[in-house]
Every structure is written in structure tokens, then in C-alpha cells.
């Protein structure tokens, strides 16, 4: 019997991919601590040919051929069972002149680092509120409170209220009704000009709102939707994915931002855990140039005025211009109030 065992350097060597290594030496406790403490020093950030190879056979071949690419490099099921439905799903033939999108699973270290983190201070809270306050930045923290569900929303609407002039808000669902009538409060009655960008995927749920409550964008002319999607990966084939847009966030004014896990959707307020940020100074251009890369690859939404998705920006621009020159046919009754009342003190001054 032992005669039939071949050697051990005759015996194949199964083949492993990245992460299935790293899973193994999981399972098996280090021999040494020399190991453990080597093994710090290095993160490996490279490329994953073996996930890339499988994930173009799911875009393109389906699930069977996914499992035998898995199979075929030794590396473990690394999507889910809803990122396997999503791309099924959502995969679509793209353009002849497609780029090449064989890099899309390589990372980054530069991915990883904002330029707006605050900074690690001792933040104070009271009923529900932290604030960490920087030399560069001021940010203001809302956690969810169990004894106060629409707490978030409360703050969500304050800050609309607030806006004197531009509202630029992008956001993954939209279904809140009541919200959508502050919005539109603010774009009638104190012409406030308001731009929205929504996720492609879930435009038709703010579609079906909007004609549910029989609403027509003729009677707001400075109310812009706008439709974006996310990032692409692009098979070898040809075949390719487009992403959700996974962000929400409010610019007021271009002064403040209002930024967090919310989404514009009742049960956001009601039962989901979410934060919110305010966040001003200067971190608020970050979000500026954020909001003006998303307007240059969105696309209208056909049956709104659609103003132009640069006019969040002029109001920053404004503000270092005299006020003679920045007032306008449609400025707010309460800003124009507030200069006269400015030139009457200086003159009795």
C-alpha cells in the first residue's frame, strides 16, 4: 500500500488565492509570537486577480461560472448573497469605445484618508448633542436618541428652514413627503433655489412621490432634480456595473453642510440608527467640489425646470462681492430687510 502513496514532492500543491491564505492562517494560532509581531508591519494593498477574474465571470457568464472561478484559484466566496443578486442584476452591455475596467478591484492607501477628518478632541454632550471643534473646522455631532425618534429629522428641517438661498442636497431615497414640502416651501415662498441629486436606481420612488401627490414642476422653477450613478467596473467582455450613489448630505448657503447616515425615508426617523454632522468653515469647499463632481456626471430628470447645478456655488462666490451687486430679483425679503437696516445704522452712526 505505501508503495502506491507518491512521494510528497510528487504530490500537487492546491492553489490558494490571497484571501483564502490569510483565512487559513486565521484558523491556525501562531507557533511564535515573532509571527505575530512581523506580520504588523506589512499590509498588503495589491491587486486581487483572482477576485477580478471571478467577478467578471459573474457579470458576464452568471453564478455557475463565478463558482468555477472560485473554484479554479483556490479563493474563498467573497460576495454576498446581495452583491451576487446586484450583479446579476444590474449588469449591461457598455459602448464599444468602453474603457478597460480590469483595475477596478486594485486599492488605493489614498482611499483611505480624508481631508476633512476632525481631529481626535474632547467633544462635551447634552441631550443628544457632541461638539469637536478644530482649528479648521467647526463640526457639530446628532446621535440618535431612543427617547426622541424624529430627533435627526428635527435637525434635517431647522436646517432647511435656515437657508436663505441655495439648497443643494444629495441623498440615496427620497420618500419623505414632509420633507419634500419644506424643500419646496423654501423654493416658493422664500425662493430659495434647490438642487437635488439622486441615486438612478431609486429615482423612481422620488418619481412616484411626486405624482402621487399630483405636484408639477412648472409651479417651482428653482427646484432641479437630477439622477447620478456610482462608480463603474468594467469586465474584460465588455460587460460592465454601475453603482448606487451611497452619500447624503445638505449645503446651505455654501456655509454649512449637514452630513450623515440618514436617508430621506420615514423609516430613517423611526426605527433606523443614524447620526448627523454640521459642519462649517472649512471643511464645507470639500463638499463643494463633491457636489459640483456629482452635477458634472448626473444626469436631468426628464419633467423638471432643471435650473443649472452651478447656482449653489455663485452664493459663495456672492459673498465676497459688494451687496449692491450680489442683490437680486428673487434675494429674500429678510436679507434685503437685514441690509436695509445695516445702511440706515451706519448712517445715524
Given at each position: ?137 467647526n463640526v457639530e455631532l446628532y446621535l440618535y436618541s431612543e427617547n426622541r425618534a424624529a430627533g435627526i429629522k428635527d435637525v434635517v428641517r431647522e436646517f432647511i428652514r435656515k ?187
Open positions: 500500500m505505501e508503495a502506491n502513496v507518491p512521494p510528497l514532492w510528487c504530490r500537487r500543491v492546491k492553489l490558494q488565492g490571497k484571501v483564502r491564505r490569510r483565512v487559513q492562517d486565521l484558523r491556525i494560532p501562531s507557533s511564535s509570537i515573532f509571527d505575530s509581531l512581523s506580520s504588523r508591519a506589512t499590509l498588503e494593498l495589491s491587486h486581487n486577480e483572482s477576485a477580478r477574474l471571478a467577478a467578471d465571470c459573474l457579470l458576464s457568464q452568471g453564478l455557475e461560472a463565478y463558482q468555477e472561478t472560485l473554484q479554479t484559484e483556490g479563493e474563498v466566496d467573497f460576495l454576498s448573497q446581495l452583491e451576487k443578486k446586484y450583479f446579476l442584476e444590474n449588469g449591461e452591455d457598455s459602448e464599444p469605445d468602453a474603457g478597460d475596467g480590469g483595475d477596478a478591484f486594485e486599492s488605493s492607501s489614498s482611499s483611505f484618508h480624508s481631508a476633512t477628518q476632525c481631529p481626535s478632541v474632547p467633544c462635551s454632550t447634552e441631550d443628544g448633542k457632541a461638539g469637536c471643534q478644530s482649528h479648521e473646522s437657508a436663505e438661498t441655495t439648497l443643494a442636497l444629495v441623498t440615496d431615497h427620497f420618500s419623505d413627503v414632509e420633507l419634500l414640502c419644506d424643500l419646496l416651501e423654501a423654493s416658493r415662498k422664500r425662493f430659495v433655489s434647490v438642487h437635488l441629486i439622486l441615486d438612478h436606481l431609486n429615482l423612481s420612488i422620488f418619481r412616484d412621490m411626486w405624482h402621487q401627490l399630483r405636484l408639477r414642476s412648472e409651479d417651482f422653477p428653482k427646484l432641479s432634480v437630477c439622477s447620478v450613478k456610482g462608480h463603474t467596473y468594467c469586465a474584460k467582455n465588455g460587460r460592465k456595473l454601475s453603482g448606487q450613489l451611497s452619500e447624503t448630505f445638505i449645503i446651505s448657503d455654501s456655509t454649512e453642510v449637514l452630513i450623515g447616515s440618514f436617508s430621506f425615508s420615514c423609516l430613517s426617523w423611526v426605527v433606523h440608527r443614524s447620526l448627523a454632522f454640521i459642519v462649517k468653515d472649512s471643511a464645507v469647499p470639500h463638499f463643494l467640489e463633491e457636489f459640483e463632481r456629482l452635477s458634472s456626471s448626473s444626469t436631468p430628470v426628464s419633467g423638471f425646470i432643471n435650473a443649472s447645478t452651478s447656482a449653489p456655488f455663485k452664493t459663495h462666490t456672492d459673498k465676497q462681492q459688494p451687496k449692491s451687486m450680489a442683490i437680486s430679483n428673487h434675494t429674500d425679503m429678510v436679507r434685503i430687510n437685514k441690509w436695509i437696516e445695516d445702511a440706515l445704522h451706519l448712517e445715524i452712526g
